[in-house]
């Protein structure tokens, strides 16, 4: 019997979801497991590993038992990731020797600010096309190695692998056969040199990081190896895609050229355009990117990382109790004419793209006693779209390119509120697909064309269907003076600093 689905499993920070994707692109069906967050101090957040390998072996059991599909009826896996979460595990035992570090940790910053005191921010952009953060994976590695006991000399003796999440699980889920990343990870992790697209001594010197714990690097889309039957459901199932979830969601929207662009708008706000087989330096703050490596060739992207968006909306639920969900906070900003001069900056874990001040915390401007909490919530909503503003306007200014229109995802793109002043605040039309799970669908394309469920990327760009468009409606004098108004409240929060000692 033809194989009629692909398997696609987006591990993301909060949750793990698998899907089943078919030939037209349609989501079959769709299994979601959340796992712990851990926080050991403030603003350091871990994961253990071993519950993530569980939550993806979870979600792809109760997939395929609800759905009746048999591991045989799968023509392939595609995998797409949280990013820079770095994992280090014994090759011989295939455990962990610490828990995962998260992109969002904080936990490394002294290592960082030790390597740009020595001035090493020029050469680390020009190969990486990153910028020293405790965002990447390199600081976190040298963490590991500094606080876990021995961890430095057993990695230099080739007993430790380091991976980000998918070089864990494809090692895994092959039963420990395989050990090995792909360009867009890579790409993550301040170590890899995105022109020359190799581990880079220099990098790898500075950080006295042991090449042996490297993964080999694949491309994005090529049949990987094969799951081992005594991991994976008794059956030996290509794996066809390796992404970066960010990356496989500009896939997943057919951004395929330069100039394209996507938002997703989840825990954080991840702002990538396509920049074809250019990578494009950033001088406004952004990230240059390896969007996906594919038959050898590799294309680019630029990239606003935002770090909280859709987490603001978290906040207001869980921590001031003014929401029960978080869908109510449309009906609520709705039901206001204007924040009423309210702004929020959600400097929560400080400021992401394009300002990179780690040391920033959260503010609120503009409260009077008229304030009411549908101000605050429609505040928060619109911070979202006042830093995707930001990040657009440094994408056009380094890539000399205006923006069409910006195609959308993620769990918080469903608010109307939110999806209109986005589109008023860029002026340009916002296009929300029918099929919003784009991290995971990309990851599927990615595999299914590796492995000859489709043919190619213009019958893939032919399957993207758009949900609704917003178009722009705001008049350019109030765009103007509300985003003024934005600009002043970032300049203020970023003055108060009270305590800079580094979490
Ligand atoms: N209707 C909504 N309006 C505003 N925010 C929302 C809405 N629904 C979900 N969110 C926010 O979106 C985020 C979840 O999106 P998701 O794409 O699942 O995130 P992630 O993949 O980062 O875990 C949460 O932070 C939640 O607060
Ligand atoms: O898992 P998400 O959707 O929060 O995405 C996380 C990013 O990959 C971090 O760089």
Known sequence: MAKRYILALDQGTTSTRAMLVDADGRVAGIAQREFTQIYPQPGWVEHDPREV??????TVAELLTRMQVEPGD?????IANQRETTVIWDRRTGQPIHNAIVWQSRQSVAICERLQADGCTPMVRAKTGLLIDAYFSASKIRWLLDHVEGA???????????????????????GGRLHVSDASNAARTLLYDIHRREW?????????????????????SGHVGDTDPARFFGAAVPIGGLAGD????????????P???????GTGCFMLMHTGAQAVPSRHGLLTTIAWEIGGEVEYALEGSIFVAGAVVQWLRDGLRMLERAADSQALAESVASSDGVY?????????????????????????????REHVVRAALESMAYQSRDVLAAMEADAGIPLKELRADGGAIANDFLAQFQSDMLDVPLLRPKVQET??????????????FWESRTQVARLWQVERRFEPGMAEAERGRRYRGWQAAVQAACVFTPDRTPM
């Open 259 to 265: 100039g394209m662009a996507k938002n997703t708008y």
């Open 200 to 220: 880079d001594d220099e990098l790898l010197r500075l950080l006295n990081v042991p090449r042996a714990m490297l993964p080999r690097i694949c491309p994005c």
């Open 53 to 58: 390998l569980a939550s993806v072996q979870a």
């Open 74 to 78: 799968l023509a392939g896996i595609g």
């Open 246 to 257: 960010q990356q496989a969601a500009l896939f997943g929207q057919a951004c395929f050229e």
């Open 439 to 452: 991290t995971a669908l990309g990851a599927a394309y990615l595999a299914g064309l590796a492995l000859g």
């Open 152 to 174: 430095q000399s057993r990695a230099e003796r080739g007993e430790l692998l380091f991976g980000t999440m998918e070089s864990w699980l494809v090692w895994n889920l092959t």
């Open 344 to 372: 929020l900056v959600p400097a929560f874990v400080g400021l992401g793209a394009p300002y990179w001040r780690s040391e920033v915390r959260g503010a609120m401007f503009g409260i009077t006693r008229g304030t009411r």
